[in-house]
């Protein structure tokens, strides 16, 4: 099994500041298969980014992906009020799937 | 739209069973594997089980192994998950979401308390 460790656990940033959250992988993690998701809370889990560095639909470009191998990041240029949220990364190359621990990030 | 709608969940006791389940709409769904993801109070995301499009291979995580079972019927449109001898470590928030590769589509989720 493929162990995602995300680091912060928590960030605490100002509106317009810039968020950068890093997942590490236990092994490689096959082909970029690698997703990162939003949840606010009392919501279900939004896809944000797949195959390490592909906003999904309706994304916004603040949000990007980058990383390959076993380290990862997912940065969002500029913060939103609305982008204070916990986020996980997940690895869908090999099973089980696994998610990352989470990271939440909040208003400072 | 596309949506996913969970049902089924609610208060049961240790060792008792329950069954979820996931009603498509909005695309065709009987060409995407499906999965069940499951959320304990205050916590991260667990992925629980897979079934292909036919429903012809399942995969379990190992703490659910022989306890749970997923299906699916494609003329109905629906997902379930057989939950039996369940624990009150399974206590959460059980999310069906569609997802060949990465998770795209998700439910609103139903909550399961196991407590005596």
């Known amino acids: 099994e493929i162990v995602l460790t995300q680091s912060p656990g928590t960030l605490s940033l100002s509106p317009g500041e810039r968020a950068t959250l890093s997942c590490r992988a236990s092994q490689t993690v096959s082909s970029s298969f690698l997703a990162w998701y939003q949840q606010k809370r009392g919501q279900a889990p939004r896809l944000l980014i797949y195959g390490a560095s592909s906003r999904a639909t309706g994304i916004p470009d603040r949000f990007s992906g980058s990383g390959s191998g076993t380290d990862f990041t997912l940065t969002i240029s500029r913060l939103e009020p609305e982008d204070f949220a916990v986020y996980y990364c997940q690895q869908y190359g090999n099973s089980p799937r696994t998610f990352g621990q989470g990271t939440k990030v909040e208003v400072k | 739209q596309v949506q996913l709608v969970e049902s089924g969940g609610g208060v049961v006791q240790p060792g008792r069973s329950l069954r979820l389940s996931c009603a498509a709409s909005g695309f065709t769904f009987s060409s995407y594997v499906m999965h069940w993801v499951r959320q304990a109070p205050g916590k991260g995301l667990e992925w629980v089980t897979v079934?292909?499009?036919?429903?012809?291979?399942?995969y379990y995580a190992d703490s659910v192994k022989g306890r749970f079972t997923i299906s699916r019927d494609n003329s109905k449109n629906t997902l379930y998950l057989q939950l039996n001898s369940l624990r009150v470590e399974d206590t959460a928030v059980y999310y069906c979401a569609r997802g060949d590769g990465a998770f795209d589509v998700w439910g609103q989720g139903t909550m399961v308390t196991v407590s005596s």
């Open positions: 079934i292909s499009y036919d429903g012809s291979n399942e």
